[in-house]
């Protein structure tokens, strides 16, 4: 029986500008954040809220997602490498980012967002995570024109494959399952939101967010090819394990939410 299986030949790059090259990373990873930045100002307008305080919020986003995903990904994945050639820490164009790594960065930026601007913490970050979802929409559609971070062999008829890896086998396309979960876990989000009038209780959305957006990660892995050697060894690989902590920190959260212990820390 003859599987249809779909050759992915789409270059990353969607043109030139001189010595200047545009690639369809660069651009969905930059709509991410323009989008999420027209959700952030419905939310603010709704409640309230001064738009001026919304612009800083962005420079907070931007700086720590890009800083922290790429600090991540050369201290989890490939920390000797980076150690023994520091500089290249700096080469963000060669590639290498962490969505923990980024995780972390966002969380701690956010409290030095709110020693600055006396919004509540958790107010911002229940907020934040509903964008943070659709960013990751991006994002992973974004690896796909990459043809990067895709899955093992697959006989399933949507296998991808990936024609500029020179690869011959069908793979899992991973980063379509990631985006789609993550469509759904947005989707979910912001209908939650909207449900509670723009009022959920403090610390409920981001809980959920952590727990729903690392189960997926968790699950996916399964089916995702290593993305370094030291990986072969371990029973669960590098994404599991990070993903592992914020799962149970959102778990915590969303108890805590749920019996009102959050509340104070809000005000």
């Known amino acids: 029986?003859?599987?249809?299986?779909?050759?992915?030949?789409?270059?990353?790059?969607?043109?030139h500008l001189g010595g200047l090259s545009i690639r369809w990373y660069g651009l969905l990873f930059a709509l991410g954040f323009y989008v999420g930045y027209l959700i952030m100002e419905k939310f603010f307008k709704k409640e309230?809220?001064?738009?001026?305080?919304l612009d800083k919020l962005a420079i907070y986003m931007i700086l720590s997602t890009v800083v922290g995903a790429r600090l991540g990904h050369c201290l989890f994945y490939e920390p000797s490498d980076y150690l023994k050639n520091p500089i290249e820490i700096l080469y963000i164009w060669h590639g290498g980012l962490a969505s923990h790594g980024a995780a972390v960065a966002i969380i701690l930026a956010l409290v030095m967002y709110h020693r600055k601007t006396k919004l509540s913490y958790w107010w911002v970050l229940d907020r934040i995570v509903i964008v943070v979802a659709l960013a990751g929409v991006f994002i992973r559609s974004g690896n796909l024109m990459n043809s990067e971070i895709y899955g093992h062999v697959t006989n399933l008829p949507w296998g991808f494959i990936f024609v500029k890896d020179h690869a011959v086998d069908a793979r899992h396309p991973t980063q379509i399952y990631e985006a789609l979960?993550?469509?759904l876990i947005f989707l979910g989000l912001i209908k939650y939101y909207y449900m509670k009038d723009g009022k959920p209780?403090?610390?409920?959305?981001?809980?959920i967010f952590l727990i729903a957006l690392f189960m997926v990660r968790f699950i996916i892995e399964f089916l995702k090819e290593n993305q370094v050697n030291f990986e072969s060894q371990m029973t669960l690989n590098m994404g599991q394990l990070l993903s592992i902590p914020f799962i149970i920190a959102g778990i915590i959260l969303v108890i805590l939410s749920s019996k009102n212990m959050l509340e104070k820390e809000s005000a």
């Open 1 to 15: 029986m003859l599987l249809n299986f779909i050759t992915w030949d789409v270059s990353p790059e969607i043109f």
């Open 181 to 183: 979960c993550y469509l």
């Open 48 to 53: 309230g809220v001064p738009l001026p305080l």
């Open 201 to 207: 209780k403090p610390g409920m959305i981001f809980g």
